[in-house]
């Protein structure tokens, strides 16, 4: 199990997991953490997974091949926020190094990642964005996507990756966060902060977790409930009182 430890991520083979009488490790950093009776290889100081198995790779002496080494280069960069995060350290970039002298190839994986979109993911892009809402003294913003958005664009659940940073880049914005409601009618909730302010410890109160400044979990519906939910959430952790409807 890698970048985990938490049953809630990896729910559709948890049964597998636990009826499996095959030996399981954990390769995680994050600190919040669930007994998945395994064997657990787990540093928190890491920025990345991508990080542990580099170093591992290299404790082993195994020399990567490209592919494996653009992979794990992969891991770190979106970990990292492409190294802009505070968790990017020399560890990192000494591993990132490591990767790029054994073939990853950092300005075509950004190009693949980055640089490329379909019409759907912008046409539902355009919708989100315009949903985007500040709360919490205008220190918190939020969005959220339901399901008829991608049935009526055309787009991918995975075209929402990424977007819930879009809030933080408003002027003022300490925190932000996304709601993605799934087949099940659960929401699938993305938490961001660029302060002090532990989105980890917010979402762990909803079975997620993650670290300090990036987390997430998975509320029970309607989309409505869930944002009322973490909205008084935020608004707790933030010191905020009761205040009017949040502006858009």
């Not at 636990?18 to 669930?34: G, L, N, P, R, Y």
């Not at 075509?108 to 759907?120: D, F, H, K, P």
């Not at 002027?171 to 659960?186: N, T, W």
Request: charged share 20%; with cysteine; proline share 3%.
């Amino acid at each position: 199990v890698v970048d985990t430890s938490a049953w809630q991520q990896i729910n559709d083979v948890r049964k597998v997991l636990e009826q499996t009488a095959a030996k399981k490790v954990v390769i995680d950093h994050h600190v919040s953490s669930d007994d998945l009776g395994a064997v657990e290889f787990k540093d928190t100081s890491a920025s990345a997974t991508g990080v542990l198995i580099t170093e591992l790779a290299e404790f082993l002496g195994v020399t990567l091949a490209p592919s494996q080494a653009t992979a794990l280069f992969c891991a770190i960069a979106t970990d990292t926020g492409w190294f802009r995060f505070p968790n990017a350290d020399a560890r990192t970039y000494h591993a990132a190094g490591r990767l790029i002298e054994q073939g990853a190839q950092p300005s075509g994986l950004y190009r693949e990642l980055y640089e490329r979109s379909s019409l759907a993911r912008l046409k539902l892009h355009s919708i989100i964005l315009s949903r985007v809402t500040l709360a919490c003294d205008n220190r918190l913003a939020f969005t959220y996507v339901c399901r008829k958005d991608f049935s009526e664009t055309g787009a991918h659940p995975t075209d929402t990756e990424d977007l819930v940073n879009s809030g933080l880049s408003i002027d003022g914005v300490e925190a932000s966060f996304i709601l993605v409601e799934q087949l099940d009618k659960r929401i699938k909730a993305s938490l961001r902060s660029r302060s002090d302010l532990s989105v980890a410890a917010i979402a762990e109160t909803y079975g997620g977790g993650g670290h300090r400044q990036a987390a997430g979990a998975m509320l029970p519906g309607p989309i409505e409930a869930a944002q009322a939910n973490l909205l008084n959430a935020f608004k707790s952790a933030m010191g905020v009182a009761d205040e009017q409807s949040p502006s858009e």
